[in-house]
């Protein structure tokens, strides 16, 4: 029922910034958190960052005080704002929506490419 659509992704130079955008058609749930994972190939697909729909918001470690997470639209979309960009933020950047009422029920986005190099 709920279709996740992401897009922003590209080339960009070490430091240099991209935005990333993911929109969510149909209902989504009342209770969710929607955010971003990143995977590399040869990796495990990690979490990057989520908005609660309550409102708090979280970051791996490895992006804090770089990416900055936001949602608007009445909650329909989310975006990725991505700074000081570096070559191992270099990954297929997947939109993710979670029901927090039920761990099991989420949907995933096709997933963007977002590679960072000189």
């Known amino acids: 029922q709920v279709h996740l659509v992401e897009s922003g992704g590209g080339l960009v130079q070490p430091g240099g910034s991209l935005t990333l955008s993911c929109s969510a058609s149909?209902?989504?749930?009342?209770?969710?958190?929607m955010g971003w994972y990143r995977q590399v190939v040869g990796k495990e697909r990690e979490f990057v960052a989520a908005s609660f729909s309550g409102g708090p918001k979280t970051y791996a470690d490895s992006v804090k005080g770089r990416f900055t997470i936001s949602r608007d639209n009445v909650d329909n979309t989310v975006r990725l704002q991505m700074n000081y960009l570096r070559p191992e933020d270099t990954a297929v950047y997947y939109c993710?929506?979670?029901?927090?009422?039920?761990?099991?029920?989420?949907?995933w986005g096709q997933g963007t490419l977002v590679t960072v190099s000189s």
């Open positions: 149909g209902s989504i749930f009342k209770l969710n958190a």
């Open positions: 993710n929506l979670r029901d927090l009422a039920n761990s099991r029920e989420q949907v």
